[in-house]
């Protein structure tokens, strides 16, 4: 516990803030001078420090259980081999990037549609790639090899999506990287934004050590666009809308209230310019997410009771995407789980898993809650807990 505390950059004291403990409590725990916590604050210290495996915090080489990392996909053997590919084929002529821009298009919209959306786009994604590195190399002009940059950029970003939480981190890096790479090279505002957001994320999810480098990605990807918002178009505007949300995610998993909500206030902010009914289609930006937006920033700092009544101001139902509904209950069952309400955080999950079973099955948060659950000691609870581990397959059936 200690090794991996000061490997990620956490002090006693922030570590003590968050578990609700005292920093000596810690140090007694580092030093063995105390009993091994039980399982609830075994999960919260995995939770808090990032760590994949329970093995490595725990020493116990027998139970290996990944929370921040689901299953491999069934298609990821697939997508992973077009990535990696390098594309020379010569002897076909490569789909006009109106054509490239349609396909891409119903993408975004079976992932958004899609409970098992995984699925859908691992099946799409393959041939979107290499259709749209073809299309960069057989450019006619750079007007031409920039716009076909754009969409092979957000390919990559979709394709982010997919591999984000899968076994596979140094692909993650290496699709966000590529991403990056051809957004600058399409000079495009939107495209630009997109990748730096999905950047910031990936920044973020690796550990407090790499805080700072998301919260660069951030500034640096809002300063660029915000001589250009004046005039911006919906889309450009909302990807800046959810660059600062981004920034009060960060702000808010370091702990840092006044820094998050204040962050959140400016997101809020851009979403009024937007029309009533606008929802981006990559990152789900509009009036309708704040409200799920303001959820999780309650949720990061650890704020039970906050939580559970931006929670009660929320309407789901008009998130459009099914995913991205599902991820909401999931933060919603965060906060009851925070404010001491198990029963409710486990009907909460069963609901998300209603709405986009392969989103649940993916996500850390959900993982840690059911595994700590299925420990309880009500029976009830403790059964509802390992049906829904077994539907996640967390526990064999």
């Not at 495209?191 to 999810?205: F, N, P, S």
């Not at 209603?354 to 299925?374: D, F, M, S």
């Not at 403790?382 to 996640?392: F, M, Q, T």
């Amino acid at each position: 516990m200690q090794i991996l505390r000061q490997r990620r950059g956490v002090s006693r004291p922030v570590l003590a803030g968050f578990l609700g403990k005292s920093p000596s409590w810690v140090k007694q725990v580092e030093g063995g001078q105390i009993q091994v916590p039980k399982l609830p604050i075994v999960l919260r210290i995995a939770e808090i420090l990032r760590v994949r495996d329970l093995a490595d915090l725990t020493g116990d080489q027998s139970t290996h259980i990944d929370l921040f990392i689901g299953p491999g996909h069934p298609r990821l053997a697939a997508v992973k081999a077009a990535i990696d590919a390098f594309p020379f084929d010569i002897d076909r002529e490569a789909p006009s990037t109106k054509h490239l821009r349609m396909r891409l298009n119903r993408a975004w919209s079976a992932r958004h549609s899609a409970p098992n959306h995984r699925e859908v786009v691992g099946k799409l994604l393959p041939d979107l790639i290499r259709d749209a590195q073809l299309a960069v190399r057989q450019a006619d002009d750079a007007a031409d090899r920039r716009a076909a940059q754009a969409i092979l950029s957000e390919v990559y970003s979709l394709a982010q999506f997919f591999v984000a939480y899968q076994p596979d981190s140094a692909l993650l890096w290496r699709v966000a990287e590529r991403g990056m790479v051809a957004a600058q090279d399409s000079g495009d505002p939107h495209a630009i934004g997109v990748t730096a957001w999905l950047a910031a994320q990936a920044h973020r999810d690796s550990g407090p050590k790499h805080f700072d480098a998301a919260d660069s990605v951030t500034a640096e990807a809002l300063r660029y666009l915000e001589p250009q918002l004046v005039n911006a178009d919906d889309n450009v505007l909302a990807i800046a809308g959810a660059l600062q949300f981004e920034a009060g995610y960060t702000s808010a998993r370091r702990g840092e209230n006044g820094a998050a909500w204040g962050w959140w206030d400016k997101a809020e902010k851009t979403a009024k310019k937007l029309p009533a009914d606008f929802y981006h289609p990559i990152t789900s930006f509009g009036r309708a997410i704040m409200g799920a937006h303001a959820v999780t920033v309650a949720v990061e700092l650890h704020q039970g009771g906050e939580s559970v009544r931006q929670t009660a101001r929320t309407d789901e139902t008009v998130i459009k995407s099914r995913p991205r509904r599902a991820r909401h209950r999931i933060e919603e069952a965060r906060a009851y789980q925070l404010d001491g309400q198990p029963d409710v955080a486990l009907a909460t999950l069963d609901k998300a898993f209603e709405a986009a079973p392969e989103t649940i099955r993916y996500n850390g948060y959900a993982r840690r809650i059911v595994l700590e659950e299925a420990e309880s000691k009500q029976p009830d609870r403790r059964r509802r807990a390992s049906e829904l581990a077994v539907k996640l397959g967390l526990l064999a059936a």
